[in-house]
């Protein structure tokens, strides 16, 4: 993924000029992954995050469809599943997630998706075209399916136990305008439930049965409903893991063991802009600076992480783009039409702004982000001169005392 990728590719910019190999599991060179929900007809070379020459101009072997069962820190050994062990002086981890799966009656059963891999979103659109589409789980992949769906298929469905989607993220009314944009576009919700069982005619998925009673008829589902970290292989390595399997780093992205790194969706760190909390951040922008860090620091240079987190999502041609870490908030503050799809969002802890999202609102989220990037506090009642500096002039130079 990209935090292996930049961590490699930082490591020759600095001059490194030992082995560096990179082991995946997966079939393919490093690619965008998360392109798979927003570009779900992309194939490998598209969304490659490099070409295959790059690799062979710097010297990065890529060992791929190898899967690593345990690390041995004494020795300073990797040992795959199929035996292969190999030696290292310093260690990246950088596993990400893995899926998790429904637990009801069907769920092995065919035309059942996770979207992991470009074959599997490759197949769910050949599948799903002019056909009954089951989403279960309003996830930021679970909306970007339904979103990039709902053109194509003949119906698209989407299951969420919460009464509003994305709404621990970017709270209530956001999501309700959301969900709004989505009913205009032919996405129906069943909200407040889960599934109860996946029905199958003639070994294929025919419907999906939910816990409120409803039947949905459904020829493909595909399931968002969050992600473990892909961490057990480590459970006796001595590398410190949290109770919900996070490797925990330091600001140099090191864990506990010396010369073993982590980074990306696998690990929790102190975010600077939340008082050292430790956090999990699995975001493409976060991947990218863990992995720089990483290297960075594999080499001695002492650079501690200090990024604010930034993401952004696509749907039906809308932008929301998000900068901080809410976790937490307390109170949202709404500037614009949330019907227009024309508004920013400030996330308020304790009166203090913690994150912004906006939609048609460019360039606020970036302006935010640089203000709380150089340490700066936005309190609640600063927020109306925010949008107005950074909207009709640009200019936030007093928030980030570069003005009067």
């Known amino acids: ?51 295959k020459d790059f690799f062979c101009t710097y010297d990065i072997e890529v060992l791929t469809e190898m899967q690593v069962a345990a690390v041995d820190v004494k020795s300073k050994i990797a040992v795959f599943k199929d035996g292969f062990k190999m030696e290292y002086n310093k260690l990246l981890i950088a596993t990400g997630n893995t899926p998790k799966t429904l637990s009801c009656k069907g769920k ?7 979207i992991r891999t470009p074959e ?26 339904a979103a990039y769906l709902a053109e194509r298929a003949h119906s698209v469905s989407l299951v969420e136990l919460e009464h509003v989607p994305f709404k621990k993220f970017f709270g209530e009314r956001v999501g309700r305008a959301v969900m709004k944009m989505f009913e205009n576009n032919r996405v129906k919700f069943y909200m407040q439930t889960e599934v109860s069982e996946l029905r199958e005619q003639e070994g294929k998925l025919k419907e999906v049965v939910l816990k409120s009673g409803k039947v949905l008829r459904a020829d493909v589902c595909v399931v968002g409903v969050g ?8 459970k006796q390595s001595g590398i410190n893991i949290d109770s919900k399997g996070f490797i925990m780093v330091n600001k140099m992205m090191q864990t506990n063991i010396p010369g073993v790194f982590a980074a990306g969706d696998a690990v929790t760190f102190p975010l600077a802009l939340r008082n050292n909390k430790k956090v999990n951040v699995p975001h493409w922008q976060m991947a990218h600076m863990h992995g720089r860090i990483a290297a960075l620091n594999m080499l001695a240079h002492g650079t501690e992480i200090s990024t604010v987190p930034y993401l952004w999502t696509a749907m039906f041609g809308k932008s929301i783009r998000y900068a901080g870490h809410g976790e937490g908030f307390d109170d949202v503050v709404i500037q614009g039409d949330l019907d227009e799809l024309k508004f920013v969002a400030f996330y308020t802890k304790s009166d203090e702004v913690v994150a912004v999202a906006s939609m048609n609102y460019d360039p606020i989220v970036s302006k935010v982000a640089e203000v709380l990037a150089a340490g700066r506090t936005i309190r609640k009642r600063d927020v109306d001169a925010v949008v107005f500096l950074s909207f009709r002039t640009g200019d936030m130079s007093w928030l980030t005392g570069k003005g009067t």
Request: glycine share 6%.
């Open 1 to 51: 993924g990209a935090a292996g990728l930049v961590c490699a590719e930082t490591l020759r910019q600095e001059g490194f000029s030992d082995r560096i190999v990179m082991c995946t599991m997966d079939r393919h060179l490093p690619y965008d992954r998360p392109k798979l929900s927003k570009s779900m007809d992309s194939h490998p070379e598209q969304i490659a995050l490099r070409p």
């Open 108 to 114: 092995e059963m065919e035309n059942v998706f996770n």
């Open 120 to 145: 599997d979103a490759n197949r769910v659109v050949k599948l799903a075209t002019s056909k009954n589409v089951v989403i279960v789980g309003a996830s930021f992949l679970g909306m970007e399916v």
């Open 227 to 234: 992600a473990v970290p892909a961490t057990g292989f480590l």
